[in-house]
């Protein structure tokens, strides 16, 4: 009787007991309570999931036993001083790893015991180390960058830069351009391309002129990041020094003209220098027999003159820019009509020309007689290289926002290695050609948008395929 009101009486008492022991065991702080020289009075059950050891195994034992080397004398200082706060130390687990534990205190009710409040801080630390590490590794590739980084704000105010930028500046120190803006070391003629992709907020990529603090110019090619640093909307900017670059490149254009000039210079003399000798030759034959054959040789030495003559043109036309009075055309009766007019021609030759088109209307903007220059060149060539007569198929087709006009012939074909060189000046396979033709076809399509590409199987023929832009306006102009 007396042991079931006994049992009743101290139930809240047991319950309550279990329940702070339960608590204890799943808290994720860690309680425990020491003698003032370290060794455990106390640890609470949780001691065995933070750590592995049973609170018996810690009773009597010292803290500074678990303690990291590193920090023992830390927490040996914290414990023999009478102020109390909050320290933080690495704790060895049972098997054999570390946590940190981040550890507050006070006083015991007799003064003569630290009771601690620790807490597993150990994933916060690795990652604020991992920042920190990362933080200057970013920092070490910043600085030893050999392109110039930094950060500006939305309007273009630098907020660091790094010393590659420092040395483009032409700065002496970061004060001088950390508070700046990217527009004061930016030529006057780029502040709208700047500002443009500035606004966008989007990753770009561009090419200006900075003005160094000593006012000289370099070209440089910069890249936007947009990106949030500290809650702001900044950019991070790279920029890379190219104006050796640019100036090798103009160097390279100026010494590759100088090699066209000096070609061009060759072939010239070259193609002049025959007709011009046959001329100084009959001359002669005039001026010692003038009444003999003097008609024949006139009609040679006019001969020549005229080649002279078709030689200087062609040279002109490709020099001299042409005016350009574009109009839009129909290519399907544009086609049919260099045809017709040069069938009499093949029909000489044994060869016929035939055409072929998937439209009946394909509009482009071209200037008409250029291009029928062009076709008659072409053709023209087809029927000579048909020796023995054949088919020639002009095929006209539309696909996409492209016209494509198809010259092939079945004349002897032309060799791999010598296609690459078709359109050089003074590079022909006919025997008294000039090369010039071509050139001045492959001009003509190239100021029209287009372009022309050959394709030749030898002793089977040759295609050449001229694409050129439709009118944009085509699709409403066939509706």
């Known amino acids: 009787m007396i042991k079931e009101e006994t049992q009743r009486a101290y139930t809240s008492d047991i319950k309550d007991f279990h329940d702070i022991s339960l608590a204890l065991l799943n808290a994720k702080d860690f309680l425990s309570s020491h003698t003032l020289d370290g060794r455990f009075t106390y640890a609470a059950p949780s001691c065995e999931i933070l750590f592995g050891y049973t609170s018996a195994e810690l009773y009597d034992q010292s803290i500074f036993n678990f303690c990291h080397p590193f920090d023992q004398e830390k927490l040996e200082h914290y414990f023999s001083s009478n102020q109390y706060g909050e320290i933080m130390f690495r704790f060895r687990r049972k098997e054999g790893d570390y946590l940190w534990l981040e550890s507050s205190s006070t006083k015991g009710l007799s003064n003569t015991e630290v009771v601690l409040i620790s807490r597993n801080v150990t994933h916060r630390v690795n990652r604020e180390e991992k920042l920190k590490e990362r933080q200057k590794r970013d920092r070490l590739f910043l600085e030893h960058s050999k392109d110039t980084m930094g950060i500006i704000t939305k309007n273009g105010v630098w907020t660091y830069i790094n010393e590659q930028g420092k040395k483009l500046m032409g700065a002496t120190s ?27 907020r989007d990753s770009s990529d561009l090419e200006i002129s900075l003005i160094r603090k000593d006012n000289d110019s370099k070209r440089a090619e910069v890249q936007l990041i947009p990106t949030v640093f500290k809650n702001r909307d900044v950019s991070l900017v790279i920029i890379k020094d190219i104006t050796e670059q640019r ?16 070609q061009m210079a060759a072939g010239i003399a070259h193609e002049i220098r025959n007709p011009l000798t046959a001329i100084k030759g009959f001359t002669q034959l005039l001026s010692e027999h003038p009444a003999e054959e003097a008609e024949d040789y006139a009609e040679i030495i006019l001969d020549e ?3 002279i003559e078709s030689i200087v043109g062609d040279l002109l036309v490709l020099a001299k820019p042409q005016a350009s009075n574009l109009s839009n055309v129909d290519l399907v009766p544009l ?3 260099v045809v017709n007019l040069l069938n009499p021609q093949a ?3 044994d060869a016929f020309i035939k055409i072929k088109t998937d439209s009946p209307s394909i509009y482009i903007d071209c200037e008409p007689d250029k291009i029928k220059q062009v076709l008659i060149n072409l053709i023209q060539n087809s029927i000579e290289a048909m020796t023995k ?24 074909g032309i060799p791999e290695d010598r296609l690459n060189k078709l359109g050089e000046p003074f590079y022909s396979t006919k025997e008294k050609g000039t090369g010039l033709g071509l050139m001045i076809c492959q001009k003509i399509i190239k100021n ?32």
């Open 174 to 200: 970061f004060d001088e351009i950390v508070g700046t803006s990217l527009y004061d070391y930016t030529d006057s003629k780029d502040y709208k391309l700047l500002r443009e992709s500035l606004d966008t």
């Open 347 to 349: 029909t000489l030759s």
């Open 305 to 307: 003159l005229a080649r």
């Open 448 to 479: 029209h948008g287009g372009k022309i590409d050959f394709s030749s199987i030898v002793d089977e023929g040759t295609t050449v395929t001229i694409t050129l832009p439709v009118h944009d306006n085509y699709q409403d102009d066939i509706i």
């Open 335 to 337: 086609v049919n009509g």
């Open 247 to 262: 100036n090798t490149e103009d160097q390279l254009q100026v010494a590759e003209k100088l090699s066209v000039i000096g």
């Open 389 to 412: 007569g054949g088919e020639i198929l002009v095929a006209i087709s539309k696909e996409a926002n492209l016209a494509s006009i198809q010259v092939t012939d079945q004349g002897a």
